[in-house]
């Protein structure tokens, strides 16, 4: 059977008219624009985390002249510290002059106990049990001579007893704990091999 569209009555041509362009405006959407709907929700997506990135990075260059104004803050703090803050290789020297100061404030040292070194970040407190005899005058006059000092030594923790037998220059005992702040050296790089330094910094084998 011969089927014509015009031999529909004109409703009916109407109404297929309208199924066949809802049809094709189905098939259009479902093949053409959900498509370009998700690829432009992606790049969409991908924009979004390119601002953030960008935002955050534009944040830290903001940010980047007060990082290194606190880094060169700290490096002037450093060298403000070097003048007091004796390094690891002056401590012996440092007790020498401890002893030195003791000893012109007519006190005798009867030893020397070092406690465990703390460390800090920048820097250890290295504490040293201190056991003394004398007078409280010349006690008073080390300890004016040590807060005089051009380098940092805290004085603490001090136990002052009358001696039993005491003599006309020596009258008490005193123990206290002396800590003086050195500064941390980074530790040095191994030479890589095949430089001077690394054959110099090999370990030497027996005979």
Known sequence: MD????????????????LLSLAGVGVFYYWYVMPTEEALAAQARQLDELRLTINKGLATARQLSSFRQQVGELEQRLETLRPVLPEEKDVADLLRRIQAMATQSNLEIR?????????????????????????????????????????????????????????????????????????????????????????????????
Request: glycine share 8%.
């Open 111 to 207: 030893g020397f106990v070092p406690a465990p070194v703390v460390q800090k970040q920048l820097y250890a407190e290295w504490p040293i049990g201190l056991e003394i005899e004398g007078t409280y005058h010349n006690l008073g006059a080390f300890l004016d001579r040590v807060s005089k000092f051009p380098r940092i030594i805290n004085v603490t923790g001090m136990k002052v007893r009358a001696k039993d037998q005491p003599t006309g220059d020596s009258t008490i005992t005193v123990q206290c704990t002396a800590t003086t702040f050195v500064l941390s050296e980074p530790p040095a790089k191994p030479a890589a091999p095949g430089t001077p330094g690394a054959a110099a910094a090999a370990p030497k084998g027996t005979n």
């Open 3 to 18: 089927f014509s569209v015009s031999k529909l009555p004109w409703y009916g041509q109407v109404v297929l008219f309208v």
